[in-house]
């Protein structure tokens, strides 16, 4: 038996008549020659390498934008975090401080203890005594105009920084006040004023500032039992006016 053949190369005329039996019939395109095959076949290689490269490109693209999206190299983007809620922070005014509660007077050593601090006074003389030995402070006025004594015509006293209380009698009285130097009333430690409690000229504002209505004063010390008339104790008249200041 004799062996096979190899097929022969086609030539470039059999190619074409091929192509063009192929063509009439439908199956492909009618190449007129060889030199138009190849050209499509080059046409087509030339699409294909087109396609792959705008894949390539749209593919660049999304890695872009999703860069740019997310902040972050390969990471999905993530929603932004909502803004922090903002606080006010207006400063509230700070509270007055609550006055003393309690405050010491010694009328023998001259001596008026409150908030810790002591302070040298002049007590009333001897004739024209408080009359109380617990009191409890009612009100207190930067300055405060007192009548004269009665009966004899004497004018108005003002007294700065006063501090008053009301006695057994219901009377709101002078209870104490602060001396003033342009007076020459400068003298700490001696009974020199007529029923109440004198302060020096630089303390007298210290102890009207921690004290106010309601501290209660507890008063030590020898006083007299009864007292002169208002002619002699002016600052034990009742107090009718609101003060000034």
């Known amino acids: 038996m004799p062996e096979p053949q190899p097929?022969?190369?086609?030539?470039?005329?059999?190619?074409?008549?091929?192509?063009?039996?192929?063509?009439?019939?439908?199956?492909?395109?009618?190449?007129?020659?060889?030199?138009?095959?190849?050209?499509?076949?080059?046409?087509?290689?030339?699409?294909?390498?087109?396609?792959?490269?705008?894949?390539?490109?749209?593919?660049?693209?999304?890695?872009?934008?999703?860069?740019?999206?997310?902040g972050v190299l390969d990471s999905p983007a993530k929603p932004a975090a909502p803004p922090a809620t903002s606080v006010s922070h207006t400063p509230r005014p700070a509270p007055s401080p609550a006055p003393v509660r309690?405050?010491?007077?010694?009328?023998?050593?001259?001596?008026?203890?409150?908030?810790?601090?002591?302070y040298g006074i002049d007590g009333p003389v001897a004739l024209c005594p408080i009359g109380e030995t617990a009191v409890t402070v009612t009100a207190k006025y930067p300055t405060l105009t007192m009548p004269g004594p009665a009966g004899v015509g004497e004018t108005s006293a003002t007294r700065r920084w006063a501090v008053t209380f009301t006695d057994r009698d219901h009377h709101e009285r002078l209870l104490?006040?602060?001396?003033?130097?342009?007076?020459?009333?400068?003298?700490?430690?001696?009974?020199?004023n007529s029923g109440s409690i004198a302060l020096g000229p630089d303390t007298g504002k210290e102890v009207y500032?921690?004290?106010?209505?309601?501290?209660?004063?507890?008063?030590?010390?020898?006083?007299?039992?009864?007292?002169?008339?208002?002619?002699?104790?002016?600052?034990?008249?009742?107090?009718?006016?609101?003060?000034?200041g």
Do not use: Y
């Not at 104490?176 to 020199?192: C, F, K, Q, V």
């Not at 501290?215 to 107090?239: F, H, M, Y």
């Open 7 to 70: 097929p022969q190369p086609l030539t470039e005329s059999e190619l074409s008549a091929r192509f063009h039996h192929l063509a009439v019939s439908g199956t492909a395109p009618a190449p007129t020659s060889g030199a138009q095959v190849r050209s499509r076949a080059v046409r087509r290689r030339r699409n294909r390498r087109a396609v792959l490269a705008t894949t390539a490109v749209a593919a660049a693209a999304l890695g872009v934008a999703t860069v740019v999206t997310s």
């Open 176 to 192: 104490l006040w602060a001396l003033d130097r342009s007076e020459g009333l400068n003298s700490i430690g001696h009974d020199t």
């Open 209 to 244: 500032d921690v004290i106010g209505p309601g501290t209660r004063v507890e008063l030590k010390g020898w006083q007299a039992a009864n007292a002169q008339p208002d002619s002699v104790c002016s600052d034990r008249r009742p107090i009718t006016g609101t003060g000034t």
């Open 102 to 118: 309690r405050m010491t007077v010694d009328l023998n050593s001259k001596l008026l203890v409150v908030g810790g601090d002591t």
